[in-house]
């Protein structure tokens, strides 16, 4: 078993895909968010990990009622494709 938690585990902190963690209750927090976060936002885990809100502040504007509307019919296992501002405010 530990030996497969290994192996995901480079996995994730490999992907070139963000990957991440998000609990919803009690409290609304970022538990896990792999390290390329900051290559494709510009935003370092440690931001993420300290603003459970910033990836729907980085939201574009024009996807943000995609969001709010993912986040009030709660079907998390939909995927959802959004457009995101980087911190140098380009569009990614």
């Known amino acids: 078993m530990r030996k497969s938690e290994e192996r995901?585990?480079?996995l994730?902190?490999?992907a070139r895909d963000i990957v991440y963690r998000f609990?919803?209750?009690?409290?609304a927090s970022v538990e896990y968010?792999?390290?390329?976060v900051f290559e494709i936002s510009g935003h370092t885990p440690?931001?993420?990990y300290a603003?459970?809100?910033l990836a729907i502040a980085i939201t574009h504007p024009h996807d943000r009622s995609l969001v709010d509307n993912y986040i009030?019919?709660?079907?998390f296992?939909?995927?959802i494709v959004v457009r995101c501002l980087h911190k140098d405010g380009s569009t990614i």
């Open 51 to 53: 603003d459970a809100n």
């Open 8 to 10: 995901f585990r480079l």
């Open 33 to 36: 968010i792999s390290p390329v």
């Open 12 to 14: 994730v902190e490999h």
């Open 23 to 27: 609990r919803l209750t009690p409290t």
């Open 72 to 75: 009030r019919d709660g079907e």
């Open 46 to 48: 440690g931001e993420f």
């Open 77 to 79: 296992g939909r995927p």
